[in-house]
T-cell receptor, first 115, second 115 residues
């Protein structure tokens, strides 16, 4: 059972355009929704994150929109640049029985920004 | 600070061989994690350690064992490698138990090929 569904699998955007990646989740126990960015040959790194009591969070050109009732959230990259070309993972976090917070990741979106 | 370090960077094994992947963090984090990343599958949790002295199974633990050697180090062992274990393995760490808004910090990964 895939707990976090991410789309599209790949995305090609012109420089200066808007990139949009969507995610949906089922488990209402999730209480934190981060996005991770991964460049080729590197480990993922936190990009931006949102709590479920907030509908939108913006950091520079990156914005998360969150719809709690629909159990959906999305990443918008404004004025996309070739340096944004990477794989993006949405994730959802919940407290595990062992007392740490576990992340469940979407399958990832490979973004290519072309000049 | 080196953050999260992993060794080796790349390894080729024959079916049936064993090996241990090493991970260390210098951020005084309580929680540590092992993930595997396969094309089109995202990141899947293998095992995690909420704190020193504890380990728990994640989503895909079969064929693996772990040891939390001390607060800094968390190793992943393949007792009898199989081609299905060909993957990129990432270690991550987080502060643990302080806040649901936790960031996981990832290492650079170990690429494993099982022939």
């Amino acid at each position: 059972q895939q707990q976090v569904k991410q789309s599209p699998q790949s995305l090609i955007v012109q420089k200066g355009g808007i990139s949009i990646i969507n995610c949906a989740y089922e488990n209402t126990a999730f209480d934190y929704f981060p996005w991770y960015q991964q460049f080729p040959g590197k480990g993922p790194a936190l990009l931006i994150a949102i709590r479920p009591d907030v509908s939108e969070k913006k950091e520079g050109r990156f914005t998360i929109s969150f719809n709690k009732s629909a159990k959906q959230f999305s990443l918008h990259i404004m004025d996309s640049q070739p340096g944004d070309s990477a794989t993006y993972f949405c994730a959802a976090s919940k407290l595990s029985g062992a007392g740490s917070y576990q992340l469940t990741f979407g399958k990832g979106t490979k973004l290519s920004v072309i000049p | 600070n080196a953050g999260v370090t992993q060794t080796p960077k790349f390894q080729v094994l024959k079916t049936g061989q064993s090996m241990t992947l090493q991970c260390a963090q210098d951020m005084n984090h309580n929680s540590m994690y092992w993930y595997r990343q396969d094309p089109g599958m995202g990141l899947r949790l293998i095992y995690y350690s909420a704190s020193e002295g504890t380990t728990d199974k994640g989503e895909v633990p079969n064929g693996y064992n772990v040891s939390r050697l001390n607060k800094r180090e968390f190793s992943l062992r393949l007792e009898s490698a199989a081609p299905s274990q060909t993957s990129v393995y990432f270690c991550a760490s987080s502060e643990g138990r302080t806040s649901y808004q936790e960031t996981q910090y990832f290492g650079p990964g170990t690429r494993l090929l099982v022939l």
